[in-house]
């Protein structure tokens, strides 16, 4: 589908931005005038992490002219991995300032507008405003559908990304033209179904791979050119090096972008995605204990056993002495619960205790009513047990 250019081209390009956009300049579709709309364009990035770090890199390369930044988290060691506009004496520091410099040292001709506060329904709007383009880096389901329906309820476009492992996707959601990203995912899928990065891991060139296809879409929608990805999902399998395209239509029923809208205002969006399930969270009322506790019961030769249900790889990194690995979906398939104990209290534990508290819906629903699991899980573990333990 072809669209006109998004945003009008500036006056003129200095004679520096001449020679630093020569390659850019040498392309008919791109030429001088594609250049100066891009000179005009205000983007903004949300997260500069894994899809952000190659996305405002490639933005700011390209000459994009003002990147607004949206993030509050600082560089953990952890990030370095894939995370690419970081670096080793960046961490602790604030991911957005860390960005900033980072794109400053790529294009000194880009102005970078920083936000340092998470995301929310209270001022996505007013951030958004001062922007054309929105490209969506965030990797939670809550997030996702606030951009969303602010971009629709601004109308504005804006360039989706999202990965995991060896899997990537992409796409241009732009409501007057095409669908948005409640047409092709009405609702978020149930809590806990669908591990994040942290949980299940991520290549991290896969973060390049995707990231730089959100800026090449995010270019063709501000200058004009070529058929951006609207109403086309595009799927990545790196493992495959696989390519395939899938049509995205938009919905009359869409509750955001539909005829008969039944969200004309932002919601609670916490609450809609849910960070663990009604019955996860009544299992935990009660039922949840701290890493410092469960030391307690280790060291006063209490009756329990600890199980882990995270998975293999991540029990070869960094466990807790004593606990046998038990992976979540053994438990929700119902091949464990004949092995558990009965003369024994369950502690459960997971990564963070989002898995674990799932888990133990499950066995309180067996009839484990003294099951409990450990709030924080194996990170909070080595944060105040065990510090000299890796984490990841």
């Known amino acids: 589908m072809s669209l006109p250019p998004l945003v009008e081209p500036a006056a003129e390009l200095t004679v520096d931005e001449v020679r630093r956009y020569s390659r850019h300049l040498i392309i008919p579709d791109v030429g ?3 250049q100066k709309r891009l000179k005009n364009a205000k983007v903004l990035c949300v997260g500069a992490g894994g899809l952000g770090s190659p996305a405002l890199m490639y933005l700011a390369a390209a000459g994009v002219g003002t990147l607004g930044i949206v993030e509050f988290d600082e560089v953990d060691e952890s990030n370095l ?16 300032e860390s960005a900033k410099d980072t794109v400053l040292g790529i294009n000194p001709h880009t102005t970078v507008n920083l936000h340092l506060e998470r995301l929310d329904s209270s001022n996505v709007k007013e951030i958004f405003a001062g922007y054309d383009l929105i490209v969506d880096g965030t990797d939670n389901f809550a997030t996702r559908y606030l951009v969303n329906d602010a971009c629709v309820l601004l109308g504005k476009p804006y360039v989706w990304g999202s990965i995991y492992r060896f899997d990537g996707q992409a796409s241009v959601f732009w409501s007057e033209h095409g669908p948005c990203y409640r047409c092709l995912y009405p609702e978020p899928p149930p809590p806990g179904m669908v591990p994040s990065c942290a949980e299940g891991g991520v290549l991290g060139v896969l973060c390049a791979s995707i990231g730089s296809i959100q800026v090449n879409e ?11 990805l609207v109403g086309r999902l595009m799927i990545y399998d790196a493992l495959e090096m696989s390519y395939r395209q899938v049509k995205v239509r938009k919905d009359p029923d ?16 916490e609450a ?3 960070v663990v399930s009604d019955e996860a ?28 249900v995270r998975e293999p790889n991540e029990y070869e990194i960094v466990s807790i002495p004593g606990a046998k690995l038990v992976p979540k979906d053994e438990f929700l398939m119902g091949s464990a619960l004949q092995d558990l104990p009965q ?5 459960l534990h997971c990564k963070t205790g989002v898995r674990s508290a799932e888990v133990l ?5 067996a009839g484990f009513a003294d099951a409990v699991h450990v709030g924080g899980g194996v990170i909070g573990w080595v944060n105040q047990i065990e510090p000299d333990k890796p984490v990841y």
């Open 81 to 96: 991995q894939r995370q690419i506009i970081h670096s080793q004496s960046d961490i602790g520091r604030s991911k957005a």
């Open 32 to 34: 001088m005038d594609g």
């Open 272 to 274: 809609f995605c849910g």
């Open 343 to 347: 003369d024994k209290k369950i502690v």
């Open 254 to 269: 869409c509750a955001v972008c539909g005829e008969n809208a039944t969200v004309t205002e932002l919601i609670d969006y």
């Open 218 to 228: 995010a270019i063709k929608v501000l200058a004009g050119i070529g058929d951006p």
């Open 361 to 365: 819906a499950t066995l309180k629903d």
């Open 281 to 308: 969270q009544e299992a935990a009322a009660g039922s949840t204990i701290t890493p410092k506790q469960l030391k307690e019961w280790m060291d006063d030769g209490e009756r329990i056993e600890v199980i882990d």
